[in-house]
């Protein structure tokens, strides 16, 4: 039954890393300074690494939360998330090659795995979970 836990920690890094982007997205689209249903496009570098910037950033919690509370083998599990954010980011930006500077796409599908071992190595590092 441990695999179990070992999903639904991945999966919940998962949904708090889509629901963080998501909610800064809809946010910025309603107040203006992101296009609603796409990404700015060329000139709009500052804005494309903010963007990326935030993700980076609701990527390490993500990662985190899912290393925090794996069963075992904390670095394992974020490692697991990061491969499925580097899955999902590659058919993203395949999806939307339209909608984005290309470089605005490698670059997300490249730091997803360096941010899951920086994560990882961060709660290993730590030791184990001590009982309160």
């Known amino acids: 039954m441990a695999w179990i836990k070992s999903v639904g920690v991945v999966v919940l890094g998962f949904l708090v890393i889509v629901i963080l982007s998501t909610i800064t997205d809809t946010v910025l689209e309603a107040n203006g300074v992101l296009p609603k249903g796409t990404l700015p496009k060329s000139g709009s570098e500052f804005m494309l690494i903010a963007i990326l910037g935030y993700r980076a950033i609701y990527s390490l919690i993500g990662c985190y939360l899912t290393a925090r509370l794996a069963p ?10 990061g491969i499925m954010g580097v899955v999902l980011s590659t058919l993203g930006a ?22 899951a071992w920086l994560a990882g190595t961060f709660v290993q590092s730590r030791g184990p979970k001590r009982a309160k």
């Open 72 to 81: 075992s083998r904390p670095l394992k599990h974020s490692l697991a998330l």
């Open 94 to 115: 395949i999806a939307m090659h339209d909608k984005a500077p290309i470089w605005f796409n490698v670059v997300l599908v490249l730091m997803t795995m360096p941010l």
